[in-house]
């Protein structure tokens, strides 16, 4: 498990891997502005994914990105605070 770093503007990422059995999995995640753990239900049926989830201890916006591998039956979830700039 990563945790994010002592100063909560800094980038944090983490990336999950779970296996996907049925459409939808449970998973557990720290919140990249506050630490805070949150649980999200993951809706692997609508395939991909890119949306904000908004923290419910400090409501910052947590930036997802889902991402199926269907050769490996996995799911990668990507975790990031939400206010990075992409180049």
């Known amino acids: ?3 994010p770093s002592s100063a909560a503007s800094d ?3 983490r990336q999950v891997h779970g296996v996907i059995m049925k459409n939808f999995v ?3 995640i720290s919140c990249p502005h506050c630490g805070h753990h949150i649980h999200l239900d993951l809706d692997a049926s609508m395939g ?3 949306y904000i989830e908004e923290c419910s201890a ?3 916006p947590i930036h997802l990105n889902m991402h199926i591998d269907h050769a490996r039956n996995k799911l990668e979830l990507h975790v990031d605070s939400g206010d990075e700039q992409i180049f």
Request: hydrophobic residues 15%; glycine residues 0%; charged residues 25%.
């Open 1 to 3: 498990t990563l945790s």
């Open 11 to 13: 980038v944090y990422k």
């Open 26 to 28: 449970s998973q557990r």
């Open 48 to 50: 991909d994914q890119d």
């Open 58 to 60: 400090c409501c910052n």
